[in-house]
């Protein structure tokens, strides 16, 4: 991928913002009035051109936060785009949003049929059955998470019934509870699926028309598969999240032996190493796919990569308590099963206010296979490749010598890595093994990674400042030059980049796209519990997840993970004008994912939004104090709001997939000129 610096003409981005374009819709009334913008006998273009007239820049007007019921039960969106261009004309729109489906409906399914959307399989392919409830009939489960998505086309694509497919890439991160309302997170197999879209021409409308479920067994299943990002070269690259602790010390994700009894049917088939790895859906022309498992880029809480334009340098966030920044630089071009694994030390002070300068620690170098073998053609076990003790262990050797004291998860552990284990160390305990090496391990749910290509800036969420990133709280305390104060709401750091680093050892990285400095670039900001549950300020970011960069419109999306709105937002930041406008809203206590902003689809540019559990955790938004007063969110907005959301979403046990569109507004200019 290369920067595209030509400047499209008015014709080219009436085109991609168009009645549905930009962030489309569907079939709109406003399609006809624009769709002269595209064609030879539009009236209201000189003909011939006087003078090209070209895209100037973008602003979103921002919406207000949502504070009736009607508006805070749905996916709300009452903000507006207006695209200047350089003759001073401006083409503003209405936008709104689109749902392809909500999970547990049947759709349509890929070879013939019907399949439910969001639902789960075994490794045979069998439907997962809930038959939790005693009162009510035994169900497929089917998941209320849909999280990262990636839309795109494939040059050679053809699918019967389908006329311009364009294919969407959706994952499916978990189920929330099952019908007997008991908790079922980690204990099922996250399902992927692609999804077939005919694309309107005319209109940029995109139509549900396939729904493929991707075969997981070929790699184990999948984990707790969160954000997602597309790759240059058009695959989905997944995410699993809060990997398996192998030790059981309590430092990752939950046991898989639930995963294991519903995907394998058995309760010990799922090892450990099999989770935390990067898988990658390639798409094939007729709507179908495959995954692979990427055993060589850390085993950690990945949670949105990003691959940066060389095509070799991807740049990890990890999504952890004492975690790290990570970087990958491929063996070659487009291809991820070989290559160095890195992890970042802070030499200067990152914290609020000051830029913390990198270098980085090479862990080791690998492919695949090799770390794959070691899982399950050997069999490898934790204890084969080092030996890890809690400091409050009674067993732990008297003798600590040649042990390393480290903080993870809020722990203090002494680890040894055996002989000639390093390799296995770096790959399948990269936690450890990347504290061990003297790593800055002093993040807290470092989320999504996304670029701004022009600039040479990554920019990577912090869904909160606290913990392991605070100066001074407790034992966990931020260390390695990480130490800011705390700020629940989180913020967004800055990455500058650039080729000619060399790593702590002296040893240069073939990579263009090295980050080498970090800065704080934007922070929400706490407040006391207000009359709509907000413990955050409404007009700031809070807890940002999901980012995506468009550089055509130099806007940083930013899609919010938290309880610190009673509503969580999509967010547009202007990197020209520094603006931050609110353009989304989701359900009360939903989450912002599947983020995926696309600057062009057959000439339309879309953003993919989805959101999951519907009014989740109410007792987040409100407090009792001492006397027994209740604050915060009343009691008979809760209410309302609860049967709100249980009528639109199935009881909560649904969520939707879909996008944002746009509309025309009336008081447009017209065009005065096209290229």
Same mark, same amino acid.
């Given at each position: ?57 973008? #602003? ?17 969106? !009452? ?8 003759? $001073? ?18 759709? +349509? ?22 038959? @939790? ?15 990262? !998505? ?84 058009? #695959? ?18 939950? /046991? ?32 179908? *796919? ?57 030499? /200067? ?5 000051? $830029? ?25 076990? +934790?204890?084969?490749?080092?030996? /890890? ?21 809020? %722990? ?17 305990? $990269? ?67 650039? *080729? ?14 090295? +980050? ?14 207000? @009359? ?10 809070? @807890? ?18 938290? *309880? ?71 009691? @008979? ?14 009881? %909560? ?15 447009? #200019? %017209?065009?005065?000129? #096209?290229?």
């Amino acid at each position: 991928m290369t920067a595209n610096t030509q400047q499209p003409s008015r014709r080219d981005l009436l085109k991609w913002f168009a009645g549905i374009p930009f962030l489309p819709l569907g079939a709109m009334s406003t399609a006809a009035a624009l769709s002269g913008c595209n064609s030879s006998d539009d009236s209201t273009a000189v003909t011939p051109p006087v003078k090209p007239v070209n895209f100037k820049n973008a #602003t979103f007007t921002a919406m207000a936060a949502p504070i009736t019921v009607a508006e805070m039960a749905k996916t709300a969106v !009452s903000s507006k785009l207006k695209i200047t261009w350089d003759d $001073t004309t401006s083409t503003e729109y209405q936008l709104g949003y689109k749902s392809f489906f909500e999970t547990g409906s049947k759709v +349509p399914k890929w070879g013939g049929g019907e399949i439910v959307a969001g639902g789960y399989f075994n490794a045979q392919g069998q439907p997962i059955m809930d038959t @939790s409830s005693p009162t009510q009939a035994a169900r497929q489960f089917f998941s209320d998470c849909p999280d990262g !998505s990636s839309l795109l086309k494939l040059d050679n694509a053809k699918v019967d019934g389908v006329t311009n497919p364009v294919f969407h890439v959706v994952q499916f991160e978990y189920a929330t509870m099952n019908q007997a309302g008991t908790s079922e997170y980690g204990n099922l197999p996250s399902p992927i699926a692609i999804l077939t879209l005919d694309q309107d021409q005319k209109t940029g409308h995109l139509e549900l028309k396939k729904y493929f479920n991707v075969d997981t067994a070929p790699v184990h299943g999948l984990w707790i598969t969160c954000g997602a990002s597309l790759s240059p070269w058009n #695959t989905h690259l997944s995410s699993e999240e809060y990997e398996p602790d192998a030790f059981n010390q309590g430092i990752g994700g939950p /046991s898989p032996t639930g995963l294991g009894k519903n995907f394998f049917g058995d309760a010990n088939a799922a090892k450990p190493y099999n989770y935390g790895h990067l898988p990658e859906v390639i798409v094939n022309p007729d709507g179908s *796919g495959k995954i692979i498992k990427h055993y060589c880029m850390g085993r950690i809480s990945h949670e949105l990569v990003h691959v940066m334009p060389d095509n070799k340098t991807v740049i990890m966030g990890d999504d952890y308590t004492n975690g790290g920044l990570f970087m990958f630089v491929a063996d070659k071009e487009k291809d991820l099963n070989s290559g160095t694994l890195y992890v970042a030390k802070f030499t /200067s002070l990152l914290s609020n206010t000051t $830029t913390g300068q990198i270098k980085w620690i090479e862990l080791g170098k690998a492919s695949s296979k090799e770390i794959e073998d070691m899982v399950n053609v050997q069999n490898i076990q +934790p204890s084969d490749i080092m030996e /890890s003790y809690l400091d409050t262990d009674t067993n732990k050797p008297a003798d600590l010598s040649g042990f390393t004291s480290i903080i993870l998860a809020k %722990k203090k552990l002494w680890v040894k890595v055996k002989p000639g284990m390093e390799k296995a160390a770096a790959f399948l305990e $990269t936690h450890r093994y990347a504290a061990l090496k003297g790593a800055s391990m002093a993040f807290t749910k470092m989320e999504g990674t996304t670029v701004n290509i022009k600039d040479k800036v990554a920019y990577s969420a912090l869904a909160n400042i606290v913990d392991s990133m605070v100066e001074g709280t407790a034992s966990y305390s931020a260390t390695h030059n990480v130490k800011f104060t705390k700020i629940q709401a989180g913020g967004i750091l800055a990455h500058d980049l650039s *080729g000619g680093q060399s790593t702590t050892t002296g040893m240069p990285i073939n990579s263009e796209w090295v +980050p080498y400095q970090s800065k704080l670039l934007l922070a929400g900001e706490d407040i006391a519990l207000d @009359s709509m549950g907000n413990t955050a300020h409404p007009d700031k970011i809070a @807890s940002p997840d999901n980012l995506k960069f468009s550089d055509q419109l130099r806007t940083l999306f930013i899609g919010e993970d938290s *309880g610190n709105h009673i509503n969580n937002y999509l967010w547009a930041y202007n990197v020209e004008s520094q603006k931050l406008d609110r353009i989304l809203s989701t359900p009360a206590g939903a989450e912002s994912t599947g983020l995926h902003a696309v600057d062009s689809i057959n000439g339309w540019t879309y953003i993919m939004s989805n959101f999951q559990h519907p009014g989740d955790e109410w007792n987040r938004f409100y407090k009792v104090d001492a006397s027994g007063v209740r604050t915060g969110l009343s009691l @008979s907005m809760q209410n309302e709001l609860n049967v709100a959301i249980d009528k639109s979403y199935n009881q %909560k046990f649904s969520a939707s997939v879909g996008y944002i569109t746009a509309d025309v507004l009336p008081s447009t #200019t %017209k065009p005065t000129a #096209t290229k």
